[in-house]
């Protein structure tokens, strides 16, 4: 859903996207690169947390993730990420003296969430869509924003069906008129 049963949007807009990433920078090496993970990724919070050291992949620039909705099916995705991330990630996982199958961050998802909602509160992003679950809904209207396939985004979000990935196409306002002017010219 894009949209709370009250109407309110249920994801981060690009300049609420921006501020979290900019306020996330002042964190510790760990919080910081979660909510960078949360933010590039998609990613759903529980994922991230069971997120292992011999998931993050230097030679492609990916971070796998196990579908933790399918657990019936050992599912794995790759999802992108910069190469700065990756580097950060790799300079993090040395300095912390974490082994291969070791968690990237061994919280609790309470502790996740508590950490993330903590710079949205920071960046003053406030309302149904200042959470987790915000960043991951505004990753995916950012991508269609950004011309990226809706197939593609169905693959790195880790949906079984095209319809619950069509959802993002549904952005308004800002990011409607930016889906719609790139027909205008």
């Known amino acids: 859903m894009m949209y709370s049963n009250a109407g309110a949007r249920m994801y981060l807009n690009r300049s609420e996207r921006a501020?979290?990433?900019?306020?996330?920078?002042?964190?510790?090496?760990?919080?910081?690169?979660?909510?960078?993970?949360?933010?590039?990724?998609?990613?759903?919070?529980?994922?991230?947390?069971?997120?292992?050291?011999?998931?993050?992949?230097?030679?492609?620039?990916?971070?796998?993730?196990?579908?933790?909705?399918?657990?019936?099916?050992?599912?794995?995705?790759?999802?992108?990420?910069p190469p700065s991330v990756i580097a950060e990630l790799k300079e993090y996982i040395r300095a912390a003296g974490l082994e291969q199958s070791d968690r990237l961050w061994p919280w609790s998802r309470t502790t996740g969430w508590s950490k993330v909602k903590g710079v949205m509160s920071a960046a003053k992003i406030v309302g149904a869509h200042a959470s987790p679950k915000g960043l991951r809904h505004g990753f995916g209207?950012?991508?269609?924003?950004?011309?990226?396939?809706?197939?593609?985004?169905?693959?790195?979000?880790?949906?079984?069906?095209?319809?619950?990935?069509?959802?993002?196409?549904?952005?308004?306002?800002?990011?409607?008129?930016?889906?719609a002017s790139r027909m205008w010219g």
């Not at 690169?33 to 992949?57: K, P």
């Not at 950004?146 to 306002?173: D, F, P, R």
């Open 19 to 81: 501020r979290f990433l900019s306020l996330s920078e002042k964190l510790a090496a760990a919080d910081r690169l979660f909510c960078v993970v949360l933010a590039f990724t998609g990613c759903r919070i529980s994922e991230a947390l069971a997120t292992t050291v011999d998931l993050v992949d230097d030679t492609d620039c990916v971070v796998i993730f196990k579908s933790l909705k399918k657990r019936e099916r050992r599912e794995f995705r790759a999802v992108p990420v």
């Open 141 to 179: 209207v950012n991508a269609i924003q950004c011309g990226v396939a809706l197939s593609l985004v169905q693959k790195w979000l880790g949906h079984a069906k095209m319809e619950t990935t069509a959802i993002y196409a549904n952005a308004v306002g800002e990011e409607e008129r930016l889906i």
